[in-house]
């Protein structure tokens, strides 16, 4: 059920593209004649875009067509493929027209593409329907290169796989790491194996003890601080603010399993998992990237609660101070995880002027009359921090208004932040 609930959250709601495309010779897509002007000229909509083009081939007001870009003295030309259609023999013409593999899976692709208006060269709808080719899941393929197309990412396979494996995740990374080192306790023990066991080992001994003098609260900031230190989840920040300690930097999970696959040796399904975990950290990186004023970090960690092994989702959004970081004074952090006794547990949290509201979404029946024996401790807390709880409210995940919460993603640019900010 949270690995559900955290797909969803991840993905959000699949909107056609809102970004502005600068079409480039080779582009080719789906769009519609809105107007037509004299001498071949024709303002073509593609999503929400509407783009004033000439055109090389008489056309219908109105009517929808495959179009290929290119440019000539600063203006844009259309070359019409074929009328638009979802019929095979339509497929079957634009497949042929730009020489690609005439196959079940390039036919769903140019129906994808048209459906969503998206634009590609023949090069990338090539890669692209390789890349599906080898998945098992070509609607999680489709959603991955949109997603890589809307934020305008490189078009590499290495960024392709990572997003999807972050967009639509096969199990918790906790499960990932245990899988990871049962397969490394087979394996001849070199350099790099022993100090990923001794990584993975340190990584899963961190546990919350309840005979720490510390408070709950200051033990768990401490672990989570640890945990993504190992994890090597900021391993390239870290490098690029030059943080001193390299040597442990460089004995964190991400470089040690980069390293590990650069070796000979290893075996095949071992090299398969530490690719897939490289590739969910990447992944993760590539979800909290923003070219705007408004920062969304998104990461997951395995995390040891009294004994009990879980993995704790947060997601940070909020605006950017002038170094970089997040604003706390206004901001909106998302807890999910699985709990031993309390199960699925979503703890919402907006920040504005250091006032916060809560909320907390769990299905128990006894958990707000519990919560009601440490409000007043949290109150204070949060007051020697000089921040205000205004508002905490309990809600079952079964609650349309919790559904609609789950809906809001970090892929949607600016979900999830008080636009008054």
Same mark, same amino acid.
């Given at each position: 059920?949270?690995?559900?609930?955290?797909?969803?959250?991840?993905?959000?709601?699949?909107?056609?593209?809102?970004?502005?495309?600068?079409?480039?010779?080779?582009?080719?897509?789906?769009?519609?004649?809105?107007?037509?002007?004299?001498?071949?000229?024709?303002?073509?909509?593609?999503?929400?875009?509407?783009?004033?083009?000439?055109?090389?081939?008489?056309?219908?007001?109105?009517?929808?067509?495959?179009?290929?870009?290119?440019?000539?003295?600063?203006?844009?030309?259309?070359?019409?493929?074929?009328?638009?259609?979802?019929?095979?023999?339509?497929?079957?013409?634009?497949?042929?027209?730009?020489?690609?593999?005439?196959?079940?899976?390039?036919?769903?692709?140019?129906?994808?593409?048209?459906?969503?208006?998206?634009?590609?060269?023949?090069?990338?709808?090539?890669?692209?329907?390789?890349?599906?080719?080898?998945?098992?899941?070509?609607?999680?393929?489709?959603?991955?290169?949109?997603?890589?197309?809307?934020?305008?990412?490189?078009?590499?396979?290495?960024?392709?796989?990572?997003?999807?494996?972050?967009?639509?995740?096969?199990?918790?990374?906790?499960?990932?790491?245990?899988?990871?080192?049962?397969?490394?306790?087979?394996?001849?023990?070199?350099?790099?194996?022993?100090?990923?066991?001794?990584?993975?080992?340190?990584?899963?001994?961190?546990?919350?003890?309840?005979?720490?003098?510390?408070?709950?609260?200051?033990?768990?900031?401490?672990?989570?601080?640890?945990?993504?230190?190992?994890?090597?989840?900021?391993?390239?920040?870290?490098?690029?603010?030059? $943080?001193?300690? #390299?040597?442990? *930097?460089? /004995?964190?999970? +991400?470089?040690? @399993?980069? =390293?590990?696959? &650069?070796?000979?040796?290893?075996?095949?399904?071992?090299?398969?998992?530490?690719?897939?975990?490289?590739?969910?950290?990447?992944?993760?990186?590539?979800?909290?990237?923003?070219?705007?004023?408004?920062?969304?970090?998104?990461?997951?960690?395995?995390?040891?609660?009294?004994?009990?092994?879980?993995?704790?989702?947060?997601?940070?959004?909020?605006?950017?101070?002038?170094?970089?970081?997040?604003?706390?004074?206004?901001?909106?952090?998302?807890?999910?995880?699985?709990?031993?006794?309390?199960?699925?547990?979503?703890?919402?949290?907006?920040?504005?002027?250091?006032?916060?509201?809560?909320?907390? $979404?769990?299905? #128990?029946?006894? *958990?707000? /009359?519990?919560? +009601?024996?440490? @409000?007043? =401790?949290?109150? &204070?807390?949060?007051?020697?921090?000089?921040?205000?709880?205004?508002?905490?409210?309990?809600?079952?995940?079964?609650?349309?208004?919790?559904?609609?919460?789950?809906?809001?993603?970090?892929?949607?640019?600016?979900?999830?932040?008080?636009?008054?900010?």
């Amino acid at each position: 059920m949270l690995l559900s609930n955290i797909q969803s959250i991840l993905r959000g709601d699949v909107k056609p593209l809102q970004n502005q495309f600068e079409f480039k010779s080779g582009d080719v897509f789906a769009g519609n004649i809105s107007k037509i002007y004299p001498n071949q000229t024709a303002v073509v909509k593609v999503g929400n875009q509407n783009i004033l083009a000439k055109l090389e081939a008489p056309i219908i007001n109105g009517g929808k067509y495959w179009f290929q870009a290119s440019t000539k003295e600063g203006e844009i030309h259309l070359k019409i493929l074929s009328p638009l259609s979802m019929e095979n023999q339509t497929q079957d013409s634009i497949l042929k027209q730009l020489s690609l593999p005439n196959s079940k899976i390039f036919k769903e692709l140019t129906v994808f593409l048209a459906k969503e208006q998206i634009p590609l060269p023949k090069e990338s709808i090539l890669k692209a329907g390789q890349w599906i080719e080898h998945q098992n899941n070509t609607k999680e393929g489709f959603e991955a290169l949109k997603y890589m197309v809307e934020k305008d990412f490189p078009f590499s396979e290495s960024i392709y796989k990572s997003l999807k494996e972050v967009l639509s995740p096969k199990a918790p990374i906790q499960t990932l790491l245990q899988n990871l080192e049962s397969q490394l306790i087979a394996e001849p023990k070199t350099k790099t194996v022993q100090a990923l066991l001794s990584t993975l080992e340190s990584i899963q001994l961190k546990d919350l003890d309840a005979n720490n003098k510390e408070s709950v609260p200051q033990i768990l900031l401490s672990l989570l601080k640890k945990t993504t230190s190992k994890m090597g989840l900021f391993y390239e920040a870290d490098i690029l603010a030059n $943080i001193e300690d #390299n040597k442990s *930097l460089e /004995n964190s999970m +991400k470089p040690l @399993l980069v =390293k590990y696959l &650069q070796e000979t040796g290893h075996t095949l399904e071992t090299k398969e998992l530490a690719e897939q975990i490289i590739n969910k950290m990447n992944g993760q990186q590539l979800l909290s990237h923003s070219n705007t004023p408004y920062q969304h970090i998104v990461y997951q960690l395995p995390l040891q609660l009294f004994g009990f092994q879980t993995e704790l989702t947060m997601q940070w959004s909020g605006k950017r101070k002038e170094d970089g970081k997040i604003d706390p004074d206004y901001c909106h952090v998302l807890f999910y995880l699985e709990l031993e006794h309390l199960k699925e547990t979503i703890v919402d949290m907006k920040v504005q002027n250091r006032i916060i509201s809560i909320k907390i $979404i769990n299905n #128990n029946e006894q *958990l707000q /009359n519990m919560a +009601k024996l440490i @409000l007043p =401790k949290l109150k &204070q807390g949060l007051k020697d921090l000089n921040y205000t709880l205004s508002a905490i409210q309990f809600e079952h995940s079964s609650n349309n208004e919790v559904q609609k919460s789950l809906s809001n993603s970090v892929i949607n640019q600016y979900s999830g932040v008080d636009i008054r900010i």
